[in-house]
């Protein structure tokens, strides 16, 4: 079977965000960069099955040059390749979802049919909730959202999602878009040998076709009430009493 | 007018759909605003949607809606875009509000702002939406013939305005055999063996990778377990591989919104905050003053977690507690 699994590169945001000068997206001069939580799921999901079942891993990811090492990352935890749609704007979700398209329509041309399409059910930073959906609607395939639990058998997939009393299930028939969540798996570290196998791994880079947004991002700008600074209760054990007279007003304790 | 999608269980619309109406209220701006509902209870959750400001509301009825059904639904605002000419169309921000106006989005080639907080009649709409599960906003202006967006959960009241009895209006959708390949096919009830849920606890303990090993965890099951409240962890921890994903507070884990929120070995990365912004009041307790969390909570305490759980413990114990 063939997966194909759409990662995000996002920043790893730490405790304060600082927006840059004008205000269009996050100062990440000093911060690290990661796939979106959901996606490493995707990731590792799609590695377990390949090793399970056969065939070929694609992780396809969509954003500047620098998502390489994203993609990189991915093929050191065993995606076979890789594809990055490059673009230095931000997409927003329909332009995302369509030029993934785009890529997916090229990959069937030279004849790559992939059986199932991870996305992460939404991306840490600009949480759309709609690629993965839109990009199932193009291609005529179901999709299940929000999945926590999956079974691979007889060209079905049975997919689980968590709900308030319990879990929903469903049985959809292959191939179909997949939107993962943070659960799904624990995700494993890169071996050293894994790092050094992703240098050599196959990453092809395209340009990214873009399209008007429907949704303009007009400006980025913090919530009000941040950095609300903590009254100081105490230092160590000594501060016990104190916090106990904070559980009683709340009135959890009597 | 604008189409509001609204869910609903027990016969109640649900409170999230309740806050959708208040903003789509707005969006309208004294046009009229219509709703739509689906599944069993449809209509007696229809009844007190007019004190809301519904002036219709139109009950999909197909014996295939009785179960969750994402692309039938989304087909049901299609049939409901097309006869009404909608300017926008908005739903509660949940997991399956932002599921099905995406798939109605996908089937009208429209846009979708999802998570939105505030918006301002017009065309372009005017909106602002959450990023980073609430630690940043973004204003936005959403172009196309309709405007969908899914409100963000708690972040607008909804309100009685006073109008009478909403009509009521029954319609059969035209659905067909691929809008009905996803959805579900069975239901799993989970057991309440598992004590408190951490989503409805009041009282919740987290410690994050300062606990240092899953044996760390004692003291803090010891202290939740004597308020009758829930053990949490953050994402480092299941990272780690000491806690299960389930007991994980953040953006992609758990929501919490308890009374008290005792965060134990916390940094308070945007990640975690976004998880726990629901909860009342905050304690951190961290060896770092210059922590983040510091600075995001309402009490802090300064100290080893392993020191002062067991001593807050001890402090009820004296107290009486348990």
Known sequence: ?254 | MTLVYVEHQDGRPDDASLQAIALAREIAGGAPLHALLAGPGAEHAAAGLGAHGVATAHIAEHEALATHAPVALARCIGELIDRLSPAAVAAAGSERGNEVLAHAAALGDLPLAANCIAAEAGDPLTVTRIRWGGSLLEDARLHGPVKLLTVAPHTVEAAEVGGGPAAVERFTPSLGEADLVVRVVETVQQSSEGGVNLADARFVVSCGRGAGSPEGFAPAEELAALLGGAVGCSRAVTIAGWRSHTDQVGQTGTKIAPEVYLACGISGATQHMAGCKGAKRIIAVNIDPEAPIIANADYAVIGDLHEVIPAITAELRKAGAG
């Open chain 1, 1 to 254: 079977m063939n997966i194909l699994v759409c990662a995000k590169r996002v920043p790893m945001t730490g405790g304060t965000i600082v927006l840059t000068e004008d205000e269009q997206s996050i100062q990440t001069r000093h911060l690290g960069f990661t796939i979106s939580p959901h996606e490493e799921c995707g990731v590792e999901e799609a590695v377990r099955l390949i090793e399970a079942n056969g065939g070929e891993s694609v992780v396809l990811a969509l954003g500047p040059s620098e998502a390489e090492e994203q993609l990189r990352d991915a093929m050191s935890l065993g995606i076979d390749r890789a594809t990055l749609l490059e673009t230095a704007d931000e997409f927003d979700g329909q332009a995302t979802a369509a030029a993934i398209v785009v890529a997916i329509e090229a990959e069937r041309a030279a004849g790559v049919e992939f059986d199932l399409i991870f996305f992460g059910n939404e991306s840490a930073d600009s949480g759309n909730y709609q690629v993965g959906i839109r990009v199932a609607h193009a291609l005529g395939r179901p999709c299940v959202t929000g999945v926590k639990g999956i079974v691979v058998q007889d060209g079905r997939a049975r997919c689980e999602q968590e709900t308030a009393s319990g879990r929903d299930v469903y049985d959809v028939p292959l191939p179909a878009v997949v939107t993962v969540k943070e659960g799904l798996n624990l995700p494993r570290y890169p071996s050293v040998p894994g790092r050094l196998r992703a240098k050599r791994k196959p990453l092809a880079t395209s340009a990214a076709v873009g399209r008007d947004p429907g949704v303009e991002k007009l400006r980025l700008r913090l919530p009000p009430g941040q950095g609300k600074q903590a009254e100081i209760l105490g230092h160590g054990p000594e501060a016990a009493p104190a916090v106990v007279e904070v559980l009683r007003r709340a009135g959890l304790v009597a």
